[in-house]
């Protein structure tokens, strides 16, 4: 336990929070002292810190291309000092760190003080999402349910650095104490485990365009309770304005759900080829009772068959449609090359180059900078508002706009307890051509989840207890076998697929996946304005400011 060096690596993750540029380290008489025992002036220099002043000082000049990174005791003389800066700000921009708790009173008369919105960053008081009671109530009764119905009284395992997942676990865990008798099963010999996550680890996943087939249609055209709206299909006959896809009753749905669209392609191909083969042919004479039976017999499974054909094909033919009208190929080249690979610099040209692009739609445009913003943080200070002025200029709505800013601070480095960037070489994959429709390659399916490692990691029994701790006493010592993984904020079926490869390749470990939703982008980012209005709801109501930039 070095606290030298955990100090150190606090001040450093300060500065590094802050992005690349000039920067000033603002400081009271103690935090000096801190700073000077942990780094020397030229190991600090390094980071791009090129001034040191005290909040206390009169004399300081305007120096408007610095950052000023202030690091501060919550004591009222440096709080009125603050106040004083915030009001005649002599900085560009404001990353506030507190050494300790600050009060509700205090940060409201900072967020008031701050009419010049200069402030980007408060820390030192509590952060982030939180239950609504409701919700709270909802998920843990969801959960208990579907507990009670696999006849499984698990233990428990959570996301450590999520409050939320913390809670839901006690609250379930309170729940199975309150009813032991109704989680009295008959015991295994591994015991099951509920594995409760965190959506804000992960903000990649749910932003990404999809190419297996449940996921496109989710993605592309929305799946409610298994049902599609098909209504604003040009062209589209009365009988199919809505249609129902459940691997329940639908053959080839169940088993095209996880393939690529390029498969999907050769097997519509294969299934209508099928059904011209079996279609009764329109001269045919029922000449007996045999052919006037054997009709009868097989109408029914012809008019059902008929029926998937015609459904399959508007789905996929709309799929087909949207990818090429709205160049969803390209799109997803760049956003695979986003989350998987680390090349700032192709990937800004990337993004520039495809927001220049006129039959870019305004969800593919934004989300584009989304994925930049979270995947390049560091960076973002320098390139992000040159990619907000292009999105301006594009005529996107102030309304998408702002969810860039909101994506951030919900997934962003700061609430995130994860690499964004799998340890996978996906410059390495090789890019195999599938074969069928429109030719998908590999290249647009190289991301894999935060889940996927996750699992991974708990299967093999390396899941470290420090990052994902048991609720209570006891711990699981032999590989899990029955897992149940809730992600609060919800799932997506990228990450369902994820589960269904992992149950197929582990004999012997059944996984169920499970969320407060399943989400496509348009979903997902609904999710994220909601959490950012609850935010500001919660800042108003305390005084916090919250970020701002």
């Keep these: 336990m070095n606290v030298t060096l955990a100090v150190k690596q606090y001040v450093s993750k300060m500065i590094e929070n802050s992005g690349p540029g000039m920067k000033v380290l603002l400081m009271d008489r103690e935090t000096t002292s801190i700073v000077s025992v942990v780094y020397t002036q030229s190991e600090i220099l390094q980071k791009e810190v090129y001034l040191f002043e005290r909040i206390d000082s009169q004399n300081r000049d305007n120096m408007k291309h610095l950052k000023a990174i202030c690091f501060l005791r919550p004591t009222k003389e440096n ?17 506030i760190y507190f050494s300790n708790v600050i009060s509700k009173s205090e940060i409201k008369a900072l967020a008031e003080a701050d009419e010049q919105e200069v402030v980007a960053e408060v820390q030192g008081v509590a952060r982030g999402r939180s239950w609504e009671p409701s919700m709270l109530s909802r998920c843990t009764q969801g959960l208990t349910s579907v507990l009670l119905a696999l006849k499984k009284c698990p233990m428990i395992r959570y996301q450590l650095s999520s409050d939320m997942s913390k809670r839901l676990a006690e609250s379930v865990k309170q729940i199975i104490t309150k009813e032991y008798e109704l989680f009295d099963f008959r015991k295994t010999e591994v015991p099951p ?28 055209l929305g799946l409610n309770n298994n049902r599609i709206d098909l209504s604003r299909v040009p062209g589209i006959s009365k009988d199919l304005k809505e249609v129902v896809l459940s691997a329940e009753n639908d053959e080839f749905y169940a088993n095209n759900l996880y393939l690529n669209f390029g498969e999907i392609g050769t097997n519509i191909k294969n299934l209508m080829e099928d059904f011209q083969k079996k279609k009764p042919k329109e001269q045919q004479k029922l000449e007996s009772i045999t052919d006037m039976k054997a009709f009868v017999e097989n109408y029914p499974q012809f008019k ?20 090429s009208e709205r160049q969803l190929m390209e799109v997803s080249e760049v956003e695979q090359e986003l989350s998987c690979q680390n090349d700032h610099s192709n990937a800004q040209q990337s993004v520039r180059r495809l927001l220049q692009n006129p039959r870019l739609s305004e969800l593919d445009a934004v989300r584009l900078v989304m994925l930049y913003a979270l995947r390049y943080e560091r960076h973002s200070s320098c390139v992000l508002p040159a990619l907000m002025d292009e999105l301006s200029r ?9 969810m860039v800013k909101s994506v951030v601070e919900y997934g962003g480095k700061r609430v995130r307890g994860s690499d964004l960037v799998t340890p996978t070489d996906a410059v390495a994959i090789t890019k195999q051509f599938f074969k069928g429709l429109k030719g998908v390659e590999n290249v647009y399916t190289q991301h894999q989840p935060l889940i996927h490692d996750t699992l991974d990691q708990l299967i093999k029994g390396r899941l470290k207890d420090s990052q994902f701790p048991y609720l209570g006493a006891s711990s699981l010592r032999d590989r899990p076998q029955d897992i149940m993984v809730f992600l609060i904020g919800g799932a997506t079926y990228e990450e369902a697929l994820t589960v269904y490869n992992l149950n197929r390749s582990t004999p012997g470990v059944r996984i169920v996946l499970g969320g407060s939703s399943i989400h496509n982008t348009k979903s997902f980012l609904e999710e994220v304005m909601s959490t950012a209005s609850h935010s500001a709801d919660r800042a108003q109501g305390s005084g916090r400011p919250g970020n701002r930039r």
């Design 193 to 220: 485990l509920l594995l409760i996550l965190d959506r804000s680890d992960d903000a990649i996943t749910p932003l990404l365009n999809q190419w297996t087939y449940q996921a496109m249609v989710h993605e592309l």
């Design 304 to 323: 059902k068959m008929s029926g998937t054909v015609s459904k399959h094909v508007t789905v996929v033919g709309e799929l087909s449609r949207l990818v």
């Design 79 to 95: 709080v009125e000092h603050l106040i004083q800066e915030l009001r005649s700000p002599k900085y560009s921009v404001y990353f």
């Design 394 to 402: 594009r005529g996107v709505s102030e309304r998408h706009r702002r």
